[in-house]
């Protein structure tokens, strides 16, 4: 099958918005609505019509300018069924399994309550991509506003048996912060170093580190490392339960000023 094109839209401090294509059938999906304007701007540069907004979660640097979008567009609105009452112009909600599709391309809805109580991300297997908002970020996860650990943990489960070659494109660039608190509970972790000097590198010649690669991420993220020995070990946590691993790693990069 073609290839998706994604175009990245950096926007307001931090934040990424996304437009997915599928140039065969014409179809655009934005994925999320940080900055309506500047979502409108990458739509004219492309060309490209937009179909359908996919919203992550309610928050507003990721909802805020779906109706704007949407008036000017006449777009459609697909969002997690669970918070489908606080985000604004949904057209169809959607729960865990449903699939969004953009000509033939399908991308699966998972639910990864967390950082909110409805998030959910949309991934394609056959293309290799997810766009997974605020749930995971490289070397780093969303904040736990809604969710319990528990919760967290569960949903990061999900996209860890994803196949290992899978690019994930996150919701903001925290890439060189995360990786400074990864390196302070994981400092023997030789493929982190690497990765964490990669990164300073990038962001000083201005460029994105993301999206990434799912494979990279289980080897340098903490929250995906839980049940990780060498993880836990150098938590000194070596046999604690894998979700008490993951809530003192949250806990600790809650409190991180580094
Ligand atoms: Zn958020």
Redesign the pocket.
Known sequence: MNALEVHQIPCLTDNYGYLVHDPVSGETACIDTPDAQAILAALASRGWRLSEIWNT?H?P??AGGNLAVKQATGCRIVAPAAEAARIAGVDRSVVEGEAVSLGEHRFTVLETPG??SGHIVYWCEAQRLAFV??TLFAMGC?RL?EGTPAQMWSSLQKLRRWPEDTLLYC?HEYTQSNARFALSVEPDNAVLQARAAEVDAARRRGEPTVPSRLGDELATNPFLRADVPAFRASLGMAEAAPVEVFARARAGKDAFRG
Do not use: L, R, W
């Open positions: 979660h928050h640097d990721h950082h909110t908002g605020d969303g506003f919701a």
